[in-house]
């Protein structure tokens, strides 16, 4: 998915869980965008969800690695918590 002028995500969360899709135990990264949601990205497999939408993976190589390095990267990035965060708790 491209994103262009993308909004900053305000918060970020981290949870274990077991991933459907890889049927693993896991941790999930997840960033909260206003008007826009939650997104949880499984950290062994790379499936994304926003606000529990299973998203579908695009087809380029290596789509589930990059998505895995880039909810990383994230969340090197972001700050626990924007001071323009609003509402919304940590799902
Ligand atoms: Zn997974």
Known sequence: MIH????QPTAKNIYAGKCPDCKKRTRYLAFFTPWYGWDSTCIKCGRNWIDNEWMPLTF????????????KKL???LPPRSENHYGDSPC
Do not use: L, T
Not at 4 to 7: D, H, R, T, V
Not at 60 to 71: G, I
């Open 75 to 77: 969340w090197r990035k």
């Open 4 to 7: 262009i002028n993308a909004p």
């Open 60 to 71: 380029e190589p290596q789509s589930r690695q990059k998505s895995v390095a880039r909810a």
